[in-house]
């Protein structure tokens, strides 16, 4: 990979944005006693088994939902990656990049790199992105609640019952005060203080980290479940959802599933003949539920074919929609001292623009090896392009020694960011292989949409006027001006795509030249086209789609609240509709 050194670069910043006083340790302390007696390892698991629901990823919102379900059935859930109880230091807020960036078959981060040259991350663990995100926790707006059909009443009572195990209220310290205070001065106004709810304005949203920062995740929801009637498999692979024919409805029926442990012995999970209400859900995520409805056979008949898979429903709508919410930032490093924080801070602009803030960075040596490392294991796994995308002639000289500058370990400093709402821009997904293990073929057709660029322009715009914020000045070099910082961002290549720090300077190019994610990318299973609004995947029987696939636009201003929501939310509606329907 020819672009090596220019990739560690960028990813030496990008790792960084959240970074908080990083620190490699390891005096890791080991649990003794598992913490559920209903988690464990999929080598133990029956050839056979037989359960009323089977929810395939034990993840953000297949964790609540599981548990859920549990109070009136017997509930299976099959998780590919570990416990992320095993080792609890490792997702404590110091340990965030670690755990981010590990690139071992069994970390809980498999690294992936968009066709638009952005690396992004999808978990592998118990408990979903909520193991490995930033931790900010913030509900959707009551609009979105609405267009979603969800009952608002219900919806309400499924957060709070979220919130009560995993949210948390900061403290916020300085650089956050100084972010809060900046955006007022520009504008982002009103003030509305501490809120778990989206309202324009500037607001301090709740965290998943506790004062000793550390991590309470979505496999904390699972303290509800029924111990007696779930059964959670972790290293328990997905490969394919069963298919029978029902003669009477005349369409395609779900019945069980395939699954691989982590020493290659397949086995078999059934739906028992209990009640006819039993049912796959399908919670694999963004990336995963797509690919594996393909890998089943639902999905385009001409693709699947092409990769030699029986056809169950040709369903074109299968990866489309797929849509990841572009984050530009801006690194600002400081003359004194700044606290390690993650996301508390948020402007809600009534633009469409979501500012956020991170400081505290402290950056290694040894991380731009280490992210060199990521980019090469990821390509080498998938065959992308990630060279052809940087252009060598568009190589910087003097990056090497921006990079000498910047990796001072001591450096002080954080970084604004934005992020839009929605995207409008959709890109689709497509396999690559036929292994679940691999990772599909993403496009996200970054900023494809005009809309979309104009939202990130004044997004930029804001943290432009922040910066030079007299709120804000103590934290910033005054010999520093923002063109110095944007100058910076064009030196350190940021990502894979091609940049034209030459042209005449344009924010719109800077969005586009330095485009990130936030890891918020959703869809792949759109509510109305692969699943209806029961969440039912629509042409077959037994099978639904519940996750962040199912999504047109990511939720609040950070979707994870909301994911773990609708897992309760869900949960508690299939449960009565199965009471209901069952007396009769
Ligand atoms: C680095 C990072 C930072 C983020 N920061 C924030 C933040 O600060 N605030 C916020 O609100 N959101 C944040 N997010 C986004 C948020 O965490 C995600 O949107 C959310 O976790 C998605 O939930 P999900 O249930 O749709 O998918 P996941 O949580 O990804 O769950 C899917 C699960 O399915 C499993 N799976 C997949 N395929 C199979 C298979 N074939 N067999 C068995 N299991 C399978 C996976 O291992 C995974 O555990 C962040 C995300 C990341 C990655
Ligand atoms: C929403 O749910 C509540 C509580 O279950 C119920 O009383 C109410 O009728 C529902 N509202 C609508 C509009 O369906
Ligand atoms: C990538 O592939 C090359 C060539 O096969 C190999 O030498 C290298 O070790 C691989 N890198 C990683 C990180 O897997």
Known sequence: ????????????????????????????????????????????????LSFDYIVIGGGTCGCPLAATLSHGAS??????????????????IHNFVTSLSEISPLSF?????????????????????????AGFYSRASSRFIRESGWNETMAMFAYKWVEKKVAFEPTLLQWQSAVKDALLEVGVLPYNGFSLDHLYGTKIGATIFDKEGNRHTAADLLEYADPRRISVYIHATVHKILFRYNIEKRRPQAYGVIFRDAIGKMHKA????RSRKNEVIVSAGALGSPQLLMLSGIGPAKHLKAHGIKVVLDQPLVGKGMADNPMNVLVVPSPIPVEVSLIQTVGITKFGSFIET??????GHSWSERLQGIFEFVSNQSGQPSSVMYPPEQKEESVADTIRSLSNPILKGGVILEKIIGPRSTGHLELLTTNPNDNPSVTFNYFKD????KKCVLGMKTIIDVINSKSFSKFRYHNMPVEALID???????????????????????????????????????VGK??????????VDGLRVIDGSTFYRSPGTNPQATVMMLGRYMGEKILIKRYFQEKK
């Open 530 to 539: 692969v699943v209806d609004l029961d969440y039912r995947v629509r042409g």
């Open 1 to 48: 990979m020819d672009c090596g050194l220019n990739t560690s670069n960028f990813s030496f910043l990008i790792w960084s944005l959240f970074l908080i006083g990083l620190s490699y340790s390891d005096k890791f302390h080991f649990e003794t006693a598992p913490k559920f007696k209903f988690v464990k390892d999929a080598k133990f698991a029956p050839r056979i």
């Open 109 to 133: 981060a498999q690294q992936f790199i968009s066709r638009d040259g952005v690396l992004n991350a999808r978990a592998r663990v118990l408990g979903g992105g909520s193991v490995l995100n």
């Open 358 to 363: 991170a400081s505290g960075l402290s950056i």
């Open 75 to 92: 509930v299976l859930v099959l998780e590919r990656g570990g416990s992320p109880y095993t080792n609890p230091e490792k997702i404590n």
């Open 450 to 453: 005009p809309e979309d660029l």
């Open 488 to 526: 910076l961002m064009y030196h350190i290549p940021m990502n894979l795509r091609p940049k034209h720090a030459s042209a005449p300077f344009s924010l719109e190019q800077y969005c586009i030249d330095t485009v990130l994610t936030i890891w918020h990318y959703h869809g792949g299973c759109q």
């Open 270 to 273: 059934y739906l028992s003949k």
